[in-house]
């Protein structure tokens, strides 16, 4: 007849001690390496605290029709220009040049929010004028909602010269975010919610290119239109308009943020406890070595003993 | 239009907000007419109901009433669809999502006689998918939510919701009216700055400067107490415009009559010309002494040459705390304009300086520690006596005339020019390169910009050694050579101790037969001082190093004939960085990484 294991049972054993004994600070080292040295550990291996994080959103991105377009007219310097600033307009005198613009913002997958504007742009020009380069400043209004609610004015510049005298300039490009610090996990950050290019003022400065673009890039949050492959038309008929046709698209951006304390603090714990399952486990094996080989003298009190309470 | 009429006596839409039980008017406002029932405005109407059916769909149908080619659905086609060759539509279908939906074809059968002939059907067609829709409840699920009706009461509202960016949307069109705060007499901050033309209109004062482009744009004003200097270019044909071009001319600059305030009743205060300079071809600068009389006018000399254009302007207002004008003075500077010059170029300064302010004539390049991109303080040391009784009743300085004119103030100790620019400088690189042709363009040094800028000397200049050790040496230095730089941007003149010895290695005693500087090398060390929030830069030592030849002329040139001789000066920090993290460590010094406890502390 072959036995078999019919049923078992874990049996526990006590082991008692006084206070001031070897077997106390025994358990006070262990203790203390088996919920320490996971600590140790999850913060030596990088990584513990997360403090740069992203996610995934498509901007609410409005065209504000602001325009200033400046093109070179001559290979001497002479140029045409025109903007939606009346003051500006006002100072250019002699080379102001209005031309058509129509613009169009496109929602083209339907879920409130524009994917795309088509700005198209007809500059008329004298007989003896040609078109060398061109300088197009255009400005946006740029929200997001996800995690902390971001309200700002932004920018996208188009340039492109060339040696030959040109018809169209075509250009199909992204708007895109540029984060210079990480955003802040919640909260409003309006931060640069102020006019990029400031049309009430009657000044020339503020309509300087240079200026505009500096005080523009010293900002944390930007974006830039990227355009890899503009496109330059040469052959322009006599008498037609030099023309400027942009695409721009608002693409889904990934933005980093700074997460906030539970965040960090969830992302932590994960790691701590990965780790201190091992050592709960490795220091478990070396207490009941220990205690059961009698290394520390400590009094067994096997479960058989009734225990009265 | 034919069928407005009708469409406007439909009932009001499910849209409107019942206003009739629930006045929103508060209590202060006065309820203007009596309430209004929301009628739609007359044009929109009502919107219309979206066709669900698919049989009468048709999205070929482009033409009303008359027929579209090759749309089999139109329903104008019935005697055209003969002449058809294909369907632009062959089917329409519901919506997608239902489980069974109905799908209308369009298809053309040709006849024995060649003409086409058309076939259509309405069926029904089952969809497999699992996630199919079996019944619809919810009208608007599937479709955009209709659009509220603009009726007279929520227009406003409306158009402000769905136009939040538009074409001639700017606030300020228009120009700025010049007077807005009628409380105030005098100017403000960044106040435009009011003029009286020849017959009482007013005007701006105007301050050219650059634009979209380098070229001058007249019609910018001038913003009272910001302190504007712009350099513009300016294209001129010289027989047409050497004469009439006002920009060119001296009047355009100093027949201004400004207001002293911003109202009506405002005095007159005209602008007083300082001096004028003349700046011949050749660079050199002379003053005019204004007698009056003169025509100081554009001249065209002869057909390549334009005498007496304004090359420069400087402007420097005299304001009270009031905000009023008191004076304004303008310096000019006048020369010449040459043919093959294609553009002219043209500086416009403005300076404002509040009445009996003293300290207007010394200008600080920090408080007290340099600030960078402002011009090191220098002087040169004067004999330490009592200085002779005329420093004490100093006449009251023109600024503009001690700035043209480069005065010293001369204090115990060290003496200093007022003009902030004329202080330890760089040579300049110019056109011609040539070390030995004067005068040089200097550059002053400013602090905590390293620069190198240089000249060439031709081997067959340097054959008397002696004079162009000289000539070099002034070339490089500058004309006044000062010798002790401030350790602070506010250095005071009377106290000599805060004033650094410009070191220097070169010994011209010792000067061997032929050695001429290769270079002069300017080491500034500097340090922080303070706090670590607010750090002073401060000048610990400026050393002057001249590199001298040691072999002969031609060995350096390496046969060129040419050699190159630098100017350089570089600013070495010599404090320690600040660190990252806590300057005062914690007393629990647990050797933790700073960011340990990054989130609790």
Redesign the interface.
């Known amino acids: 007849m072959a036995f078999y294991d019919v049923y078992s049972h874990p049996a526990l054993v006590r082991y008692k001690t006084s206070v001031c004994t070897k077997a106390t600070l025994f358990l006070v080292v262990v203790l203390c390496l088996t919920y320490i040295s996971p600590l140790l550990v999850a913060y030596r291996s990088q990584g513990f605290w997360i403090k740069r994080r992203t996610y995934e959103e498509q901007p609410v991105v409005r065209f504000q029709y602001q325009t200033l377009l400046v093109a070179a007219t001559s290979t001497r310097g002479d140029y045409v220009a025109w903007s939606s600033f009346p003051h500006l307009n006002n100072m250019l005198g002699a080379n102001l040049r209005i031309p058509s613009v129509s613009v169009r913002e496109d929602d083209q997958n339907q879920d409130g929010k524009t994917d795309l504007l088509i700005f198209q742009l007809q500059l008329p020009l004298k007989p003896e004028e040609q078109v060398y380069s061109v300088q197009l400043l255009l400005t946006f209004s740029y929200k997001l909602f996800r995690m902390s609610t971001v309200v700002m004015q932004s920018l996208a510049y188009v340039q492109h010269s060339s040696s030959v005298p040109g018809a169209k300039l075509s250009v199909s490009g992204d708007l895109r975010l540029q984060q210079r610090t990480p955003l802040p996990h919640r909260g409003l950050y309006d931060m640069y919610n102020v006019p990029v290019i400031d049309g009430s003022s009657p000044f020339a400065s503020a309509y300087n290119l240079d200026n505009i673009i500096r005080s523009y890039q010293e900002r944390n949050l930007t974006t830039v239109l990227s355009y890899p492959m503009p496109v330059w038309t040469v052959g322009r008929a006599a008498g037609s308009p030099f023309q400027l046709n942009i695409e721009i698209r608002y693409p889904m951006e990934v933005i980093s943020y700074r997460p906030g304390f539970w965040e960090t603090i969830k992302c932590a714990w994960i790691q701590y406890v990965s780790v201190l399952l091992v050592f709960l486990w490795v220091f478990e094996r070396v207490q009941r070595f220990v205690f059961q080989n009698q290394v520390l003298t400590t009094v067994p009190v096997p479960v058989g003993k009734p225990h009265l309470s | 239009m034919s069928n407005t009429s009708d469409l406007l006596t439909l009932p009001p839409t499910d849209f409107d907000s019942p206003i009739p039980t629930t006045p929103r008017y508060s209590r202060t406002e006065e309820p203007i007419q009596p309430t209004l029932p929301a009628e739609p405005l007359p044009v929109s109407g009502r919107l219309l109901t979206p066709v669900t059916k698919v049989g009468s769909l048709c999205p070929c149908d482009k033409h009303k009433d008359v027929c579209d080619i090759n749309c089999c659905c139109d329903r104008a086609c019935s005697e055209e669809v003969a002449l058809f060759t294909g369907c632009s539509v062959d089917t329409v279908s519901g919506k997608k999502q239902l489980c069974s939906n109905d799908v209308a074809t369009y298809s053309l059968e040709s006849r024995i006689d060649g003409y086409s002939e058309l076939q259509s059907s309405v069926r029904k067609e089952t969809n497999y998918d699992v996630f199919c829709i079996q019944s619809q409840n919810r009208v608007d699920g599937l479709s955009h939510p209709s659009p509220a009706l603009p009726t007279d009461s929520n227009f406003d509202s409306l158009f402000k919701e769905f136009t ?13 009216a010049p007077a807005e705060h009628q409380a105030l007499s005098g100017y403000q901050w960044g106040d ?1 700055m009011v003029t009286a033309g020849e017959s009482g209109q007013r005007g701006m004062f105007w301050l050219p ?5 380098a ?1 001058c ?5 001038a ?1 009272f107490l910001k302190d ?1 200097s ?1 350099r513009c270019s300016r ?1 001129v044909v010289l027989k047409q415009d050497c004469g009439s071009l006002l920009a060119l001319k001296m009047d355009t600059y100093t027949d201004i009559r400004v207001f002293a305030g911003k109202t009506q009743d405002a005095a007159l205060v005209p602008v007083e010309v300082a001096s004028v300079i003349l700046q011949s071809v050749d660079g050199t600068q002379t003053e005019l002494m204004i007698s009056g009389g003169e025509n100081l006018n554009p001249v065209l000399l002869n057909p390549t040459v334009c005498a007496n254009v304004v090359l420069k302007v400087a402007y420097v207002t005299k304001y009270n705390p009031a905000g009023e004008i008191v004076n304004v003075t303008v310096s000019l500077v006048l020369g010449f304009v040459r043919e093959a010059a ?2 002219l170029e043209q500086e416009f300064h403005i300076t404002f300086f509040q009445e009996d302010g003293e300290e207007a004539a010394i200008h600080c390049s920090g408080n007290p520690g340099y600030v960078v991109g402002l011009p090191l303080v220098s002087g040169t040391r004067t004999a330490e006596y009592p200085l002779p009784a005329w420093t004490l009743d100093f006449p009251h300085l023109d600024l503009q005339t001690a700035q043209d004119l480069s005065l010293t103030v001369v204090v115990t100790g060290i003496a200093r020019s007022v003009d902030p620019r004329d202080t330890v400088s760089l040579l300049h690189s110019a056109e011609d390169q040539d070390c030995l042709q004067g005068p040089h363009r200097r550059s002053p040094v400013l602090f905590g910009l390293d620069s190198v800028s240089g000249c060439t000397l031709r081997l067959k200049d340097a054959a008397n050694c002696s004079l162009v050790l000289e000539v070099l040496l002034d070339a490089l230095r500058g004309p006044n050579h000062a010798n002790f730089v401030a350790s602070f941007g506010n250095s005071p003149l009377d106290y000599p101790l805060d004033w650094i010895p410009i070191e220097s290695n070169f010994n011209p005693v010792e000067a061997q037969s032929c050695s001429i500087p290769l270079s002069l090398h300017l080491q500034i060390e500097w340090t922080k001082y303070g706090l670590l929030m607010n750090p002073q830069a401060q000048i610990v030592s400026i050393k002057e190093v001249i590199r001298t030849n040691t072999t002969s002329l031609d060995m350096l040139s390496g046969g060129s004939s040419i050699l190159s001789i630098r100017s350089s000066v570089a600013f070495v920090p010599v404090s320690a960085a600040a660190l990252p993290g806590y300057r005062a460590t914690p007393t629990i010094n647990a050797k933790l ?1 700073f ?2 406890f ?2 609790f502390v």
């Open positions: 939040s960016f538009i074409f001639g949307s700017e606030e300020n069109g228009g120009p700025v435009v400067a650059p634009c979209v482009t070229d744009v007249d019609t910018s004003p913003a504007q712009s294209r294609l553009s990484p960011d340990f990054f989130p």
